[in-house]
């Protein structure tokens, strides 16, 4: 039973473009969202966040969009550089303790 | 400062042995978490700490899994009589008190051959 879901295993943009990724969830009761972003080797670093009271968060070229209506949540990179290249991890939290990953996507940016 | 930290970041075990695996959390995060990731998958939760209180450990997969974190910093999984399934990367993160902001470490990737 995947709470969390990212439908797209992988994403190709062209530098400079919009990337955009997606993630769906099925429990109401998540109440806060966040973004990781994963190089070969290393642990998730942490992107960017949403409460579930907001429907927007921005921070740099990194925008986070909420429809709690869909139970959708949405990233996007603008623009899109080389150094994104990554597996970006949806995860979601009820109550602030565990959270609950996403199986990931893949982003190249082609240069 | 110094980010999480785990060791040993790899390890190679034969089927049966036990293993111990270690996480040193970032000072001052009160709370720890243990997460398993398969290959091509998300990180799945296993165990939580706030301080040296195993406030939850629904995740653990059988009770060949063990956590510790006796002095509410340092923290150690163990797993007993390890099986070829254990085979996946061991995460741990912390995060402050009352923050959702998890901060991993760099994982450890358990092989069992």
């Known amino acids: 039973d995947q709470q969390v879901k990212q439908n797209s295993p992988s994403l190709s943009v062209q530098e400079g473009r919009i990337s955009i990724l997606n993630c769906d969830y099925t429990?109401?009761?998540?109440?806060?969202f966040l973004w990781y972003k994963k190089y070969p080797a290393e642990g998730p670093t942490f992107l960017i966040s949403?409460?579930?009271?907001?429907d927007k968060n921005e921070d740099g070229r990194f925008t986070v969009f909420l429809n709690k209506s869909a139970k959708h949540l949405s990233l996007h990179i603008v623009p899109s550089q080389p150094g994104d290249s990554a597996v970006y991890f949806c995860a979601a939290s009820a109550g602030g303790n565990k959270l609950v990953f996403g199986a990931g996507t893949i982003l190249r940016v082609k240069s | 400062g110094a980010g999480v930290s785990q060791s040993p970041r790899y390890k190679v075990a034969k089927r049966g042995q036990d293993v111990a695996l270690r996480c040193d959390p970032i000072s001052g995060h009160v709370s720890l978490f243990w997460y398993q990731q398969a290959l091509g998958q998300g990180p799945e939760f296993l165990t939580y700490f706030q301080n040296e209180a195993q406030l939850d450990k629904s995740g653990l997969p059988s009770d060949r899994f063990f956590a510790e974190r006796p002095e509410g910093s340092v923290s150690t999984l163990k797993i007993q009589r390890t099986q070829q399934e254990d085979s996946a990367v061991y995460l741990c993160a912390s995060s402050l008190a009352l923050s959702y902001e998890q901060y991993f470490g760099p994982g450890t990737r358990l092989t069992v051959t």
């Open positions: 429990n109401s009761m998540f109440d806060y």
């Open positions: 949403i409460s579930s009271i907001k």
